[in-house]
C-alpha cells in the first residue's frame, strides 16, 4: 500500500526520476508525487512497471504522471528526454512554444550493478558500467541543468551514488566494474554545482549515496531473500524504529526529498547508509 500524501511542498513541480519503474527509483518517484510533484518516470525495460507505478500514483494522490522511454546511453536519446518531458508539462498556451516546457527537479537514479568475480571481470565490463552510471547521468544533467538554467526558478538535481564508494566506504566483493563507475559521483556532482550555479544561482546539485536497502515495502516488489536483510542490519551501525530494522528504499527517498526542498544546499554529497561505512 502507499503512504499516505503529504503536504503539497512540491506542488506543480515536475520531476523527472530516471529509472523510475523499480526499487530505490520508485521510492523516489513515490515521494516526490505525495508531496505534489507532477512526475515523469523514466524506463528503458521496464515500461510495464512503469505505467502500474504511474497508475497507482494517478489514484492515491491525483498525481500528474507520465511515462517516457528512453536509451540514456544514447546523448541524443538523453536531450530528447529532458526536452519531451519539458514540453509535455507546458501549459497549453506554452505548447506551440519550441522552447517552452518547465523541468523542475531530475533525479538520476537509473543504474546496473553487475555481479563479477575479481579475476573474471574485463575492461568491456567497466566501459559499459560508466556509461550508464556515469556518461549517462553527466549528460543527462548537462541537458537537464541548461533547461534549468533558462529558467528563473532554477531547478534541483540529485545524483544517486553508492555509499560502498565513498573515500570511506567499504566497497562490496565481486563488483569490480561497478565501483570505479559510482566512485565518480560525488566530484562529477560537486563540478556540475559550480558549472550549473555560474549559469543561474537557482539552480542546485546535490547527491545521496545509499547503503543496502530493502525494497520489498514497495508496491510490486517482490520478497528479498532474509541473507540480505540480514546483510542490511549488519552493515548498519543503527536499527530503525519500523518493521525489520533494516534501512529502507524509503530512507533514500526521504533524503533525495531532503535535498530538493532545501533552497541552501548545493554540492552536497550525503551518505544515507546508517553508519555503515563506519564500520
Known sequence: ???????????????????????????????????????????????????????????????????????????????????????????????????????????????????????????????KCLDVNTVAPLVLAKHAGLWMADQDAGGVIINLGDAATAPDGKPYRDYPAYHPSKAAIPGMTRMLAVELSRRNKRVRVNAVLPGPVICQHLPGEPDEPDERKDEARYVS???????????????????VAMLVENPFMTGVVLPVDGGGRLR
Open 237 to 255: 551501525l543503527i536499527r530503525t524504529g519500523d518493521e525489520g530494522g533494516y534501512g529502507k528504499a524509503e530512507h533514500i527517498a526521504h533524503a
Open 1 to 127: 500500500m502507499l503512504p499516505d500524501p503529504l503536504p503539497p511542498t512540491l506542488a506543480r513541480q515536475v520531476a523527472l526520476v530516471t529509472g523510475g519503474a523499480r526499487r530505490v527509483g520508485k521510492a523516489i518517484a513515490i515521494e516526490l508525487a505525495r508531496r505534489g510533484a507532477r512526475v515523469a518516470i523514466h524506463a528503458n525495460s521496464s515500461l510495464g512497471e512503469a505505467h502500474e507505478l504511474g497508475a497507482l500514483l494517478e489514484e492515491r494522490y491525483g498525481a500528474d504522471v507520465a511515462v517516457f522511454q528512453a536509451e540514456l546511453t544514447d546523448e541524443g536519446a538523453a536531450e530528447d528526454l529532458v526536452h519531451r518531458v519539458a514540453r509535455h508539462f507546458a501549459s497549453t498556451g506554452e505548447a506551440c512554444d519550441e522552447h517552452a516546457g518547465v523541468l523542475d527537479i531530475l533525479v538520476n537514479s537509473a543504474a546496473i550493478w553487475p555481479e563479477t568475480p575479481f579475476e573474471e571481470f574485463a575492461a568491456s565490463d567497466v566501459r
